[in-house]
């Protein structure tokens, strides 16, 4: 649904003397005199030849046709004139645009230049008219006063809210939203908006339920895509885009009188009601507007051009105005420096009014990414640009991009084309062309305008620049050194500030774009668009064509009737009801499954090391006991090791326990056991591990992995079970002979086995290095549900020791594992910290255990 309206213009090629002759016939020869000939000897011979010639009397009609033409073009002073000049008695469209800018000061015949020296009045003329009078001095002081502040309309009066304005307000007719493009700016990660382009998408939006007594309802129809929307800058995200387009009125406001519905009306808002953040947001479907914020389109205007070619009428108008007002004192043959004239509208508009005003165009082309040679130095000066350069060659796509666009420009009018400042010194130099009066800047640059400077005459030469365009949105920069050398000025124009700056120029902004209308009805102007209709077609693309430098294309915004609206708006309900159905639908099954899977969930924790649960319904056997040692003989204890790493755990610990010469001392490997391989895979390096929150998890954020985590530290447990009670069989000892000794994850299922009661009875002490108990919140709530322990003679002592640089076992575990075995039944837990000790057994652990066993053990 991309369309491109090109408004093709012929360039005729046929000879000037031969364009003379087939234009219009001899006048003088038909009415039988000579060109020097009175008015009376021409009304004289015309009365001859027409009565010979009338129809009534058998005469050619034709030819008397062309008699009363030649008779009123010869007895007609100015058509006599222009008849005797070209050969032709009516004006050309070129003729009447260059007769009609500026006053006619670029017609062949310009005025003369005393009358601008009339026009100046220059300080030596008032030191000698002496000083001013009284009235003199009011009028000066008038002059200076604001005069739209001095004076108070009907509107102004409204203004003051002396009035109940909800009773004047109209109900929008419209019941639904409207599509809005909106813009968002792009951000880093932290949040800090990024220079270039901005993101863009196209919603519907709700729109405004009233419109106020002086706004007016405006139903757009075309927007153009120009620099202030692509490089907004923006402070937020979702705003919608757009300062001008055209449309039609859709509902006025109560007290508004001069627009009634259907009103082509174009929308150019003063710029100091809106901004770059906050634009009018003419990109939408309905705009609300004030009525100063609009201006009512001629149907001379509607009957030629399209909607997306009168939405172009500000750039357009600028263009021309610029023209107009800087170029006051050029003169056909004049050069005019043009840069970035093919990135918009208003520049391919200035080469074409160049054209016709038989102006030279000298345009600057610089492609993002072409190497670029750069002028730096003093103003006036060879050394600045002679030894420039780039340091390497365009590439081939960058070559052929420069080469399609010096083409087209060329056709539109330029009389040169160059890729940057250095080279269109060095083609003056070597042409000894003047350099231009008037240098026009459509891009802005953060360096154009210092540029420009080097290529445009000094200031004493009443040299200006104009910056025209947004460009992308970067700080000019001039060193102030060169800007005093060269001694000229720096302009901006902005086309809607200019609109509102007097009540005669939106008159005047009309008639200009009157003249281009025959223009363009003549084939002599162009104008090159493509169109996105917003909902339809990918609003991404529309904006990126639009920032893409090597496009000349003008890219127009066009929207969906009202109808289309309402139907996409009803579809879009009958979506969202199915969306919300299905999300309901969706989130019923969920909650369903959720409670369900709760369910289970509790009944699976409430089984958990119980006589009802799986691992203590289907065992599976014992932990693989990987070393045996002490006195085995007749021994008084037992000493049971269940640690992570046996083999490289066994040196310390036969050290640790060599001076318990009557305890009998076996290590269970429980990681070499089928139950033991996900536990003995968990990481402990993990970062929920490291920062606490696994060992904080409580029973509603269990998932599947934990549960199974726990089936499976049971299982362990109950193995751990089997392994000691055949080791107590064999020597005769009873459970409170054993002493169980571990580190990490051995440590935390010997815990669970021993505070969970899987052993039949309570062993003599525990000794843990680094324990890692998975879910202390979940251990505390068993012992609980299991109701209170039998009395037993004495107390099972805990003895926990953790490295104080450990990662694995952080604080608040530690913290929260403490509480929860100072509050177990007949329990009592002594909790130390090793110094410079990490998540390993080590010596220091060994001697520490050496100390405690000789605590814990009884003495013989």
Known sequence: NINQITLTHSISHI?????????????????????????????????????????????????????????????????????????????????????????????????????????IVSLQDRIILGPQTHEEGFAEWLRQRDQSAMVLTD??????????????????HH???????????????????????????????????????????????AVPVDDSMVYADLKKAGVCLGMTGVGRVEQAGSRVEDFRAEDAVLILPKPAKYSEDKPIGSARTLVTCNVEDIIKVPNEILEELTPEQICLTPVVVAAYTV?????????????????????????????????LLKLKPLCLLTLPGAPKAVVNGEYGSKSAWQDAGSQEPPSASLRAAYDRISEVLVTMGAEEVFPDAVALL???????????????DGISSKDSIEQLIHCVQPGDKDTQIVVYGHGTAQPIEVSPHLLAAWGGKVNGFHISRWVHSSTANPKKMISIMENVTKLVRANKFLIDTVLYKVGEDPIGDAFSRAADPTDSSQVVLIFPTLAEELQASTEEQRKEKQRQILAAEQEAQKKKEDEERDKLKN???????????????????PLPAVYTGGNTKSPTSLLVWVGDNVKAEMSVLADATSTSTNSALMAVAWYEHPSGEAYADFNLKAPEVVDGSWYLRDTAGFENEDLDLLHDVELLGRSLVETIESRLNEFGLDWSNV?????GKGAGLAMYASLLRLFPKPVGSLLFFSPV???????????????????????????????????STPGTYRQLLTQVLRKAPQVHCTPDTLPDSDHAFDTKCGAVLQQLLSLVLPRH
């Open 15 to 119: 000879p000037t003397s031969t364009r003379t002759n087939m234009a219009e016939p001899d006048y003088y020869a038909l009415i039988g005199v000579d060109r020097g000939a009175t008015l009376h000897e021409i009304r004289s011979k015309f009365r001859t030849k027409v009565l010979a010639e009338h129809p009534d009397k058998g005469g050619d009609p034709k030819k008397f046709q062309l008699l009363n033409k030649a008779y009123n073009i010869l007895t007609d002073q100015e058509k006599r004139r222009r008849y005797d000049a070209t050969g032709r008695a009516e004006k050309s469209a070129e003729e009447e645009f260059v007769e009609g800018f500026g006053g006619g000061r670029l017609h062949f015949e310009p005025r003369a230049k005393e009358a601008d020296d009339r026009a």
């Open 155 to 172: 509107r102004d009066f409204m203004k003051t809210h002396l009035f109940n304005a909800a009773e004047l307000a109209v109900k929008v």
């Open 175 to 221: 019941p639904g939203p409207v599509h809005h493009v909106l813009g968002s700016p792009k951000t880093d990660a932290y949040g800090q908006n990024l220079p270039g382009p901005i993101q863009v998408q196209a919603k519907p939006r709700p729109i405004k339920k009233t419109v106020d007594h002086d706004e007016v309802l405006v139903r757009m129809l």
């Open 323 to 355: 023209l107009e007002l800087y170029g006051s004192k050029l003169k056909p043959g004049d050069s005019v420096l043009l840069n970035a004239a093919h990135m918009s509208v208003s520049g391919s508009a200035l080469l074409q009014l160049c054209k």
């Open 426 to 440: 060095r083609w003056r130099d070597r042409n000894q062309r003047m350099l231009p009066k008037l240098a026009l």
């Open 603 to 621: 009944e699976w924790l409430q089984l958990l090391f119980t006589e009802q649960s799986v691992a203590a319904m289907s065992p599976e056997g």
């Open 739 to 743: 002493s169980i000794m571990g580190f």
């Open 773 to 807: 108990v998975p879910f202390p919140a979940f251990l505390a709530d068993k012992m609980k549900a299991l109701g209170p322990a039998p009395v037993q003679p004495t107390v099972m002592k805990i003895f926990a020791v953790w490295g104080n640089r450990n990662r």
